[in-house]
């Protein structure tokens, strides 16, 4: 009698054990949906976007705007914040995998090792104008570029010239830079509540 007692009472502990466990995955399960839930709530929304032909797309070339796209690509500007495209992007070196590559210096194209970075400039200085962000600094170039209309290019050397902008809104705002393989991108985005969801 004393062993049926106690291989009862080891039975019943056993589905009690399950019941908690059970409880505790539905608990889990439960905190992980409402997370996602909450993720879920909040989306990317372009704010504005640029693009400019890759009219010269040598490999030197295409190598530098690549280069220089993902050292932007993904930074977050928060209100009030400023973005500098030569702090971001720092000195164009070969360490850093930059190539010699045609740059326009007074009105002549000549070879140069970062070449091609003035596009990325050109192009994230275009979004962030049609963003209505306040800009601090931009400097033409020495003659037009082709890829950029009159007064919509932006270059950059640097320790010399910089583009820089602040973040005049109220948002955290996300800039992004890429190619692909056609033209060079630029967009600025915000989160936003996903009124779909």
Request: glycine share 8%; with cysteine; aromatic share 6%.
């Given at each position: 009698?004393?062993?049926?007692?106690?291989?009862?009472?080891?039975?019943?502990?056993?589905?009690?054990?399950?019941?908690?466990?059970?409880?505790?995955?539905e608990?889990?399960?439960?905190?992980?949906?409402?997370?996602?839930?909450?993720?879920?709530?909040?989306i990317?929304?372009?704010?504005s976007?640029?693009?400019t032909?890759?009219?010269?797309?040598?490999?030197s070339?295409?190598?530098?705007?690549?280069?220089?796209?993902?050292a932007?690509?993904g930074?977050?500007?928060y209100?009030?914040?400023?973005?500098?495209?030569?702090?971001?992007?720092?000195?164009?070196?070969?360490?850093?995998?930059?190539?010699?590559?045609?740059?326009?210096?007074?009105?002549?194209?000549?070879?140069g090792?970062?070449?091609?970075v003035?596009?990325?400039?050109?192009?994230?200085?275009?979004?962030?104008?049609?963003?209505g962000?306040?800009?601090?600094?931009?400097?033409?170039?020495?003659?037009?570029?082709?890829?950029?209309?009159?007064?919509?290019?932006?270059?950059?050397?640097?320790?010399?010239?910089?583009?820089?902008?602040?973040?005049?809104?109220?948002?955290?705002?996300?800039?992004h830079?890429?190619?692909?393989?056609?033209n060079?991108?630029?967009?600025?985005?915000?989160?936003?509540?996903?009124?779909?969801?």
């Open positions: 009698m004393k062993i049926f007692i106690a291989v009862l009472l080891l039975l019943l502990a056993g589905c009690a054990q399950k019941t908690a466990d059970n409880t505790r995955g608990v889990r399960r439960a905190a992980v949906t409402a997370e996602k839930k909450d993720e879920e709530k909040y990317d929304v372009t704010v976007q640029a693009s032909p890759l009219l010269d797309d040598s490999a070339r295409v190598e530098n705007i690549n280069i220089a796209c993902g932007i690509n930074l977050a500007l209100p009030g914040g400023s973005f500098s495209f030569n702090e971001a992007v720092g000195r164009r070196t070969e360490e850093k995998g930059y190539r010699d590559a045609p740059v326009l210096v007074d009105g002549h194209k000549e070879q090792c970062g070449g091609g003035c596009q990325v400039s050109s192009t994230i200085y275009m979004a962030a104008l049609d963003a962000l306040s800009i601090d600094e931009r400097h033409a170039h020495s003659d037009g570029v082709a890829y950029a209309p009159k007064g919509r290019d932006a270059t950059v050397v640097f320790g010399e010239k910089d583009l820089a902008f602040t973040n005049n809104t109220n948002e955290v705002l996300t800039l830079a890429w190619t692909d393989g056609e060079v991108f630029a967009s600025v985005t915000k989160k936003a509540l996903d009124k779909s969801a």
